[in-house]
């Protein structure tokens, strides 16, 4: 009994290790950085025939995150949390608004923006590597290579999209793909 328990405990620290934390604080920079939305993602997931990925993206909320933090209503709820910094300013803002703000400089590549708000690599992970075509055709060594597929993509989308947010009311997760699906035909 006690080694089926901590067995579990074990498991679920692995677990926790491993699982994504939006906006984690201390992160040492790996062997990949973040490159932004406006290098290979403006020549390579443009075309219809890639399936306009970045046309979806700019077309979303998501790229806008970081500017819905600059508003009054925004920093109305700041306060109305009790942060004395502006919504732009606070970490527990950021980190479901922004890719990066709290990381180490290192970790991007002078091409990156944060104002980006939530942008690919927020959710496909660093690209510097994975970014090259010769990586990027084949999935498994694009996934060597710091590129995340999400399997359940439901409880990767609720990692920001839950009740710690101040506006969070509901999630429905097919409604929410349905909105910002970006498949390759
Ligand atoms: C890193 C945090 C983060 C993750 C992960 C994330 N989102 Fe979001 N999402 C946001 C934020 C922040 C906003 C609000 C942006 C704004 O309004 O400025 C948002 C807004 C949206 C919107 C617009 C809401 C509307 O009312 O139109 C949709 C749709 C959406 N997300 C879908 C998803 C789906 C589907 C997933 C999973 C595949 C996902 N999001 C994963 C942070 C995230
Ligand atoms: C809110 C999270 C989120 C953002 C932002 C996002 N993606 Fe995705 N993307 C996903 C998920 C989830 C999938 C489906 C599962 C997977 O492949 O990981 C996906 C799938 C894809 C695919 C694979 C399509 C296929 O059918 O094989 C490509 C290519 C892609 N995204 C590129 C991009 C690019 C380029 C951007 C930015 C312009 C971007 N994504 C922004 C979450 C996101
Ligand atoms: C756990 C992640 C998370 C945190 C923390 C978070 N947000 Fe958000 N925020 C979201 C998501 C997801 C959305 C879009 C859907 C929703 O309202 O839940 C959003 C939407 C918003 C919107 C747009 C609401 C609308 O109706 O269009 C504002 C404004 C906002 N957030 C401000 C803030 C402020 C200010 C803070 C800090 C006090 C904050 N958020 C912290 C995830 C987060």
Do not use: R
């Amino acid at each position: 009994m006690k080694t089926k328990l901590s067995i579990i405990a074990v498991l679920l620290i692995g677990f926790a290790a491993l699982s994504f934390k939006p906006g984690d604080e201390v992160s040492q920079a790996g062997p990949f950085k973040y490159v932004g939305a406006n290098t290979c993602v403006g020549a390579c997931h443009k075309s219809d025939s890639q399936g306009k990925q970045l046309d979806i993206w700019q077309n979303s909320k998501h790229s806008q995150a970081y500017k819905t933090l600059q508003t009054p209503e925004a920093d109305k709820i700041a306060k109305d949390k009790g942060f004395t910094t502006p919504a732009a300013e606070t970490p527990q803002c950021l980190k479901c608004h922004v890719l990066g703000k709290e990381m180490d400089p290192s970790e991007f590549e002078s091409s990156f923006s944060k104002e980006d708000g939530v942008q690919c690599e927020s959710c496909h992970g660093p690209g510097s590597e994975y970014k090259k075509l010769a990586i990027m055709k084949d999935k498994e060594k694009a996934k060597e290579n710091g590129l995340i597929v999400h399997d359940n993509k439901e409880a990767f989308c609720t990692t920001c999209h839950n009740s710690e947010s101040p506006t969070f009311n509901a999630f429905n997760y097919d409604e929410m793909w349905a909105k910002i699906v970006h498949k390759k035909p």
